[in-house]
């Protein structure tokens, strides 16, 4: 019997929002819906060009933006899939071009999207899991010679983990973060980003806590898979401001990249770690460069250099965004701050908006040395944002002035009456569901 037919076409926007009621949890970590629903497609997970699967708390999505430049600087296509989106949902679907991946556009990711409803015909399924199904469905339409595919939440039980020989997989920093649905220690949660790792595949791995490490030792192990794990098999250190990194076959001394922050160089490091893990390519040192210096990911320690909200924020301020949003999120934009610090002194004011399931204290802790000027914002059009009182009691509670407003761009007018010696430096932070909102005020939604 045929499945009935979908409504008639929908704006992405309210497709999206009949997609979403499937299910009455956004969030509901199982297999069992996502392999009924590839069946009954025809399983188009296995038609895919050969896969890198990246899992992990912090760094996935800078780490998959290197080693999407690198492979295209030497000339391959690679498809991508990433997740959650900032402005518009487009941004999760690349697909491969020689020269150059593109977003999907909408009419083609539309027609993905009601190919999955109509096969899975009613039935209870995530938002998220359709939009994975929507992924392979489109990465089996296009020839490519890379599938990158990013973990959503987890791993264990994630909607991506349905590829049964990838290429590699990769574990980004693991750290403390969705403990209501991943475990309350660390080494749960390592299980979980673990359990991506499939037998005989090489795993490679960030500098990892060692609680963490021991899961994913014991993981790979388990499952046969060669492992090369940061400060094991492979090093990257940073001398004279540039990227060195160092394994078996030898030394690379490369250009550092234009993404800001020590920590950029250790995904930038983990990226080349998985490339040079493979047989299937050879690359150069030109390559190498070329990915790591031009890889763009955006509202991660993104400067904002012109737009409507830098012309709202005080003459002379520079204004900074990044979607950080747990403690060692909090940790690493703190750490690059830091830096700018050293370089140029400015007086610090962090605008922060949260989810009400994040620990705030933990995530501004970071801050506390670096400044005690707060902004507490809600998140736009988001019902379960923290409500500014609750982020701004975290705040007093570790000894920071603070004021709350109505949303960005009122923060920004109130610095404006501020008599600043010297225009301050303005960072922006606390979820990526508040960074995308900026964008789309600035007017410099990603490409």
């Known amino acids: 019997m045929n499945a009935p037919a979908a409504p008639p076409s929908l704006p992405l926007r309210e497709l999206i929002a009949r997609l979403s009621a499937l299910h009455p949890k956004q969030i509901d970590l199982s297999l069992e819906r996502m392999h009924r629903l590839l069946k009954l497609l025809d ?14 708390t912090n760094g996935k999505g800078s780490t998959i933006a290197y080693l999407r430049a690198i492979l295209e600087a030497a000339g391959l296509r690679v498809h991508v899939f990433t997740s959650p989106f900032l402005v518009r949902i487009n941004e999760c679907y690349r697909l491969g071009r020689v020269g150059g991946g593109v977003l999907v556009g909408d009419d083609e990711l539309r027609a993905a999207l009601e190919h999955c409803e109509r096969a899975n015909a009613g039935g209870p399924v ?21 599938v990158l595919l990013e973990v959503g939440l987890g791993g264990r039980l994630d909607s991506t983990n349905v590829i049964d020989a ?31 790792i499939k037998r ?3 795993v490679i791995t960030a500098e990892q806590a060692p609680e963490a490490m021991d899961v994913i030792e014991q993981y790979a192990k388990r499952m046969r898979a060669p492992l090369h794990a940061a400060g094991q098999q492979w090093h990257v250190n940073v001398e004279r401001g540039r990227l060195v990194y160092q394994d078996e076959r030898g030394l690379m001394d490369l250009a550092a990249p234009r993404l800001f922050g020590r920590h950029q160089f250790d995904n930038a490091g983990l990226a080349i770690a998985t490339l040079r893990a493979l047989d299937r390519f050879k690359f150069t040192i030109a390559e190498f460069e070329a990915g790591i210096v031009g890889a763009e990911w955006p509202a991660r320690m993104q400067r904002l250099t012109a737009g409507a909200l830098v012309d709202q924020a005080p003459p002379g301020a520079e204004l900074w965004l990044d979607g950080g949003h ?87 007018r109130s610095l404006t009456r501020l008599a600043y010696e010297i225009p301050p430096r303005i960072l922006i932070t606390g979820s990526l569901y508040l960074a995308g909102p900026v964008l789309a005020a600035n007017g410099t939604p990603p490409a």
Do not use: W, Y
């Not at 990769?170 to 299980?191: Q, R, Y």
């Open 43 to 56: 399983h188009p997970e296995r038609r895919l060009a050969p896969v890198i699967h990246v899992a992990g």
């Open 200 to 202: 005989d595949v090489p």
């Open 326 to 412: 747990n403690a060692d999120g909090g940790r690493v934009a703190a750490a690059a701050l830091g830096d700018l610090e050293e370089r140029v002194s400015r007086p610090l004011v962090v605008i922060s908006g949260m989810m009400a399931n994040k620990d705030a204290g933990a995530f501004l802790a970071n801050f506390a040395g670096l400044t005690r000027h707060i902004i507490a914002v809600p998140i736009p059009d988001r019902d379960n944002s923290m409500p500014p009182d609750r982020l701004a009691d975290a705040a007093r509670a570790l000894g920071m002035r603070v004021e709350t407003s109505s949303g960005i761009e009122a923060a920004l």
């Open 126 to 146: 995530t938002i998220f899991e359709v939009e994975t199904a929507a992924a392979f469905c489109l990465f089996a339409q296009h020839p490519a010679d890379v």
């Open 166 to 196: 990838p290429l590699a997989t990769v574990i980004a920093p693991v750290s403390m973060d969705h403990m209501e649905f991943l475990g309350d220690t660390l080494t749960k949660i390592a299980g979980e980003k673990a359990a991506i």
